[in-house]
């Protein structure tokens, strides 16, 4: 059963960092790219950060670039997305989600494949 | 790309058909065919699930009530009799291109 399992949430004060991980299983981690989407309390999706299959390309919303870096360790099945300089408008549950293969980038029939998000509130 | 939904509140009776309109700013039909859209479900206190691909393909496991329709700018998500279980938030979400966008999102509810 293809997996992805998030973790690293938590409470930090404005101006922190932290990491978030997601472990996936069950596919071949390596064959796709990755990407994180997050969810404000109350409100919708947004698209935040995307990794090619390699981790040769990243790819930021404007809201995060600069502040925070998505990689990968194909090794270990593992994404991250260190996050720094984090904002009160930072706060929301963030999911890992599968995104599509090499031979189809950057279109995408669908992220199939998400994880059941972990929480970040920046508060101070 | 812009995604506009609608409507954002979609209260249904039990049984009645209900139908979600997503309208893209920019063509999403590619060169090769596939219309670039896709349609999510997020139940209450769960992570989005994938209910249609490619604008009118149902997901693994989706009932045959869900259906998806149309194509370039303008989609449209059916549900042909609305069960208690269908509750939640639905969303669309172009795939062509990044940045990943989704739709504002339309919360249906049970009258």
């Known amino acids: 059963e293809e997996q992805l399992l998030e973790s690293g949430g938590g409470m930090i004060q404005p101006g922190g960092s932290l990491r978030l991980s997601c472990a996936a299983s069950?596919?071949?981690?390596?064959?796709?790219?990755m990407t994180w989407v997050r969810q404000a309390p109350g409100k919708g999706l947004e698209w935040v950060s995307s990794?090619?299959?390699?981790?040769?390309?990243?790819y930021y919303a404007d809201s995060v670039m600069g502040r925070f870096s998505i990689s990968r360790d194909n090794h270990n099945n593992t994404l991250s997305l260190h996050m720094n300089s984090l904002r009160a408008e930072d706060t929301a549950v963030y999911y890992c989600?599968?995104?599509?293969?090499?031979?189809?980038?950057?279109?995408?029939?669908?992220?199939?494949?998400w994880g059941q998000g972990t929480m970040v509130a920046v508060t101070s | 790309i812009v995604l506009t939904q609608s409507p954002l509140s979609l209260p249904v009776t039990p049984g009645e058909p209900a139908s979600i309109s997503c309208r893209s700013s920019?063509?999403?039909?590619?060169?090769?065919?596939?219309?670039?859209l896709h349609w999510y479900l997020q139940k209450p206190g769960q992570s989005p699930q994938l209910l249609i691909y490619?604008?009118?393909n149902r997901a693994s496991g989706v009932p045959d009530r869900f259906s998806g329709s149309g194509s370039g700018t303008d989609f449209t998500l059916r549900i042909s009799r609305v069960e208690a279980e269908d509750v939640g938030v639905y969303y669309c979400?172009?795939?062509?291109?990044?940045?990943?966008?989704f739709g504002q999102g339309t919360k249906l509810e049970i009258k």
């Open positions: 069950g596919f071949t981690f390596m064959h796709y790219a």
């Open positions: 979400m172009q795939g062509l291109q990044i940045p990943r966008i």
């Open positions: 989600a599968k995104d599509a293969p090499p031979r189809q980038w950057p279109r995408l029939d669908g992220f199939d494949i």
């Open positions: 990794i090619s299959s390699s981790g040769g390309s990243t």
């Open positions: 920019q063509n999403l039909l590619h060169s090769y065919g596939h219309n670039y």
């Open positions: 490619l604008g009118s």
